[in-house]
């Protein structure tokens, strides 16, 4: 009885429903990818199929184009959202939304002047010809996902993670199956790119549902507020900077290895990281929320409440990287036997090993960047993440050439003095300073309560 009460209140925690359909999407979407990929591949042939790869790889990579527009309004609305101020965030949500559409109007105008000249660049002139008559289309499904950064943040300020996590579990498992059956059937890219865009515009419309049941107050008219835009643009740009910054970590050692060291050396780097991330990446996609969770805290001063909420959060996060590291460490040979084969694991096992420790080290910073974006600190935050990048792939295109692929482990490591300093950064500025300051607060408001003798 006891255990079913229990489970029954986990149901209506917030937080843990946040972070358990955050870590499903996680999850879910590589495994549904897994399956479809050998259905495409077979249906649309090798070249189709990297056109189609292209183009998701293009779309994700535009995506950074929107300014931070989305993480922006999160901060600020779960700001307004702790403070009860219905009309100051209705106000930001128009704006934000406004400005989401102006940008989306201005991407597909240059899609469609520049299309031509641009996308042959990546597709080459034989790709084009397949897929030409549709291309603006790429244009087209950035800017709506610009829109729905925005939208979808409407109700993520509001910390409910959740909910987005559902949507694009649903969203992935139907297109996904979708995208196999008209290949199947069809046989034709182009086919495919204009389901693509028809799927973001229903995307775009069930999280402006969703949106309108969660918050009933907020409109989706057009408004320009100049106040509320240079909010939006003195977070926005810090945030968009570690978008930048975030996209080139996930590609740039793969440029410098494959420059350097050639293809061969680059796919076995390739498949060593591709497992090692997830040490990175799970925590990080559980602990998403809390940047709204932080930012909402930190705006009602509630900081005995950010406190408890970090240390636990970091003690988790601490006990996942710490086992999981851990066994990928110890187990390196027979897990890349059982994924791969036995020459593989002989041969690059010590390269996984060093991954494995260099990523697990970093993976400590994520709790404390979702702190320090979600206090205010964003731009210090932008600053440590800008040198750690720099750090590492000056170090990765210095020493490639020397130790070949473990220098890029090796290289990770210098991470470790600023991830050691976010840490004391966050104990000394948000937790520690200031729980001080409200524990003065406390006696002296029990000094004032207390009769004089």
């Not at 042939?45 to 999160?74: K, R």
């Not at 939208?151 to 949507?167: F, L, Q, T, W």
């Not at 990048?389 to 890029?408: A, E, K, M, R």
């Not at 991470?415 to 300051?437: G, N, T």
Request: a positive charge.
């Amino acid at each position: 009885m006891r255990l079913i009460n229990r489970l029954s209140s986990l149901k209506k925690n917030r937080d843990f429903n946040n972070v358990l359909f955050s870590v499903s999407s996680y999850f879910i979407t590589p495994v549904v990818i897994i399956i479809s990929t050998p259905m495409l591949l077979k249906n649309l042939g090798s070249a189709n199929y990297g056109i189609w790869v292209l183009i998701n790889s293009l779309i994700n990579v535009l995506g950074i184009s929107n300014f931070g527009l989305g993480n922006a309004f999160i901060k600020i609305g779960s700001e307004y959202e702790s403070s009860q101020n219905n009309t100051m965030f209705n106000q930001l949500f128009s704006v934000s939304f406004t400005l989401s559409i102006i940008l989306a109007i201005v991407f597909n105008v240059i899609t469609l002047v520049f299309d031509t000249s641009l996308f042959p660049l990546l597709f080459g002139i034989s790709g084009m010809d397949s897929i030409l008559p549709v291309i603006h289309l790429v244009g087209g499904v950035v800017g709506l996902r610009i829109i729905n950064s925005v939208i979808s943040g409407s109700y993520m300020a509001k910390e409910r993670y959740d909910i987005n996590s559902k949507v694009n579990i649903a969203y992935n498992l139907i297109t996904s199956i979708l995208f196999t059956v008209l290949a199947f059937m069809y046989k034709d890219i182009k086919l495919l790119v204009i389901f693509l865009f028809i799927s973001t515009v229903l995307l775009l419309l069930t999280n402006a549902f969703i949106a309108k049941k969660v918050n009933s107050s907020i409109s989706f008219r057009l408004l320009l507020n100049k106040l509320v835009f240079l909010k939006i643009f003195n977070y926005g740009i810090y945030s968009w900077l570690q978008m930048i910054i975030s996209a080139l970590n996930n590609q740039a050692d793969k440029l410098i290895i494959g420059f350097l060291l050639g293809p061969n050396a680059l796919g076995y780097y390739a498949v060593c990281m591709q497992l090692v991330i997830k040490i990175h990446e799970v925590p990080a996609a559980a602990g998403a929320f809390l940047f709204a969770k932080f930012s909402s805290l930190y705006e009602s001063r509630k900081i005995t409440e950010i406190r408890g909420l970090y240390l636990k959060a970091f003690l988790y996060k601490s006990i996942f990287i710490i086992s999981s590291s851990s066994i990928a460490f110890v187990f390196a040979n027979p897990i890349l036997t059982l994924w791969i084969n036995s020459e593989f694991a002989s041969q690059h096992m010590t390269l996984f090993r060093v991954l494995v420790i260099a990523v697990a080290i970093g993976a400590f910073g994520v709790i404390p960047n979702y702190c320090l974006n979600g206090t205010g600190f964003i731009k210090i935050n932008t600053v440590l993440s800008l040198s750690t990048s720099i750090s590492i792939f000056s170090l990765i295109f210095i020493l490639v050439p020397y130790y070949g692929d473990i220098s890029t482990g090796l290289s990770r490591l210098v991470a470790i003095p600023l991830v050691v300093f976010s840490i004391i950064f966050v104990h000394r500025k948000i937790l520690k300073v200031k729980f001080d300051q409200e524990e003065v607060s406390a006696i002296k408001e029990l000094l004032v309560k207390t009769p004089q003798t």
